[in-house]
């Protein structure tokens, strides 16, 4: 069992990762109806993943006889002026989540909780490519500019984008 302390704080996470779904499926949709289907789906994919990334921790917590309390999601924005500055909030926002998995790591340490802390170097890892990704799009899409042909050819190319479900399990 985890402490008290440490519970509520991963509840916490749970709430976050689900928001962050939340937040992808909103650019997805906003994709979608701009025509832009690849990066629509570019979103979606991140969508899943971060319930992966959420159920992850759900199982975690059920696995080590603790309690799951999933709280409300808050609203997220419905639309974007542009590719650019949906892929720099995503980038921000992946910062965000970097700082909270690294203060969970640093609350295990804290209890001397080590199994959690072995749990949570999946998250720093996953992180790690989160924002790498996030700057890669960003990079991208400043080469690109307007240029409508390197914005259909990334569309189409992100259209190709899979999921590939996360291991959910406890263990890892």
């Known amino acids: 069992m985890v402490s008290k302390k440490l519970e509520k704080a991963i509840n916490e996470q749970i709430n ?11 650019m997805s949709a906003h994709f979608a109806n701009e025509g832009l289907d690849g990066f629509a789906n570019w979103f979606h994919v991140q969508f899943q993943e971060e319930q992966d990334h959420a159920i992850k921790f759900m199982n975690y917590l059920i696995a080590k006889g603790n309690k799951v309390e999933l709280k409300p999601i808050e609203k997220v924005e419905t639309s974007w002026e542009s590719l650019l500055k949906a892929f720099e909030e995503t980038l921000a926002h992946e910062k965000v989540v970097t700082g909270l998995i ?7 340490r804290s209890e001397n909780d080590y199994s959690t802390e072995n749990m949570l170097q999946w998250y720093v890892n996953e992180q790690v490519e989160e924002e790498e990704t996030a700057q890669s799009m960003i990079d991208s899409l400043k080469l690109i500019g ?23 399990s406890a263990t890892d």
């Open 16 to 26: 976050a990762e689900f928001w962050s779904a939340y937040l992808y499926l909103s």
């Open 102 to 108: 690294h203060d969970l790591v640093g609350l295990a």
């Open 146 to 168: 307007d240029n409508g042909f390197g914005i259909y050819t990334m569309d189409k190319e992100l259209g190709q984008r899979t999921h590939e479900p996360v291991d959910t």
